[in-house]
């Protein structure tokens, strides 16, 4: 029930903002569904999408399994950009998603406190008895299945969710737990940390021990904006949205280092 809850409450504030836009916009607005590790390329790009379509985009971020469960109980929106594809997979099986686009990379990293008390220097010493690790939540957030796959893979899951003291639901609220020292370590996507430079170390994960995910945006297939939403999806995905995605610490897909 704790968990319906918040998903019940999210759903009513989608279908109020689809209803407000339905009678406020002389052209058609779009109601975003998009992780919350990419809000501020996101939000750029919204303001450039209406200024030169006229469309206004609403967003709604969050975890990209909480948001896959709102379309799934809604059916109603124009477009669902989450953290991997593995979601839009699962949309497109529901049959959910009808058109897509890739647009950049998710590169899980280590991040710690500034200084790096804890001494962590690679994914094992993540097992290292007394280490406060914070993960982001499987169950809601992209980043946090993620994390659980690269410890799978490396064969230390179990080791590392013993020192596990908390997760969050999102990509972005990971950073500001490990910049207030609320934990000694996280795993967590490169871009998601821009900003907190002077209050988190970042240690690179070696491309054979790490998973790199691809950032997808795709249409809905309810949409009553499907011209525009296209539109949208299309844009975000352009030299320009791409340019934009670099410019908030992303690499802007395809390129050959992540081939």
């Given at each position: 029930m ?25 052209t ?21 999408f ?16 909480t ?18 594809t ?22 899980p ?12 220097s ?7 008895p ?8 499987p ?7 993620i ?7 490396n ?12 997760t ?6 990971l950073?500001?737990k ?5 934990g ?6 490169k ?24 950032i ?35 690499t ?8």
């Open positions: 704790k968990k319906i809850m918040p998903v019940v409450a999210a759903i009513v504030m989608i279908m109020a903002l689809i209803a407000g836009m339905a009678g406020c916009t002389k058609p607005g779009l109601m975003v569904y998009c992780g919350a590790g990419m809000r501020e390329p996101m939000d750029e790009i919204g303001t450039l209406e200024q030169e379509d006229g469309a206004k985009v609403e967003y709604n971020y969050a975890g990209s399994n948001l896959l469960s709102q379309i799934e109980i809604t059916k109603q929106g124009d477009v669902y950009m989450p953290g991997a593995m979601y839009i997979e699962k949309a497109k099986e529901k049959g959910f998603v009808n058109y897509e686009q890739n647009v950049a990379y998710h590169v990293v280590i991040a710690v406190p500034r200084g790096n008390p804890a001494n962590i690679c994914l094992n010493d993540l097992t290292k007394g280490v406060k690790v914070i993960l982001g939540d169950e809601a957030a992209a980043c946090g299945k994390a659980n796959k690269i410890l799978e893979k064969k230390i899951k179990d080791a590392v969710w013993a020192n596990v003291i908390g969050e639901p999102t990509a972005s609220e950073p500001i490990i910049a207030m020292g609320a000694d370590v996280t795993i967590d996507w871009a998601s940390l821009r900003g907190f430079e002077e209050k988190i170390d970042i240690i690179e994960i070696p491309k054979e021990q790490n998973i790199i995910k691809i997808p945006v795709g249409t809905l297939t309810f949409s009553k904006n499907k011209d525009t939403a296209k539109k949208f999806v299309d844009f975000v995905a352009s030299d320009e949205g791409k340019a934009i995605y670099e410019k908030y610490g992303f802007a897909y395809p390129n050959p280092k992540y081939e």
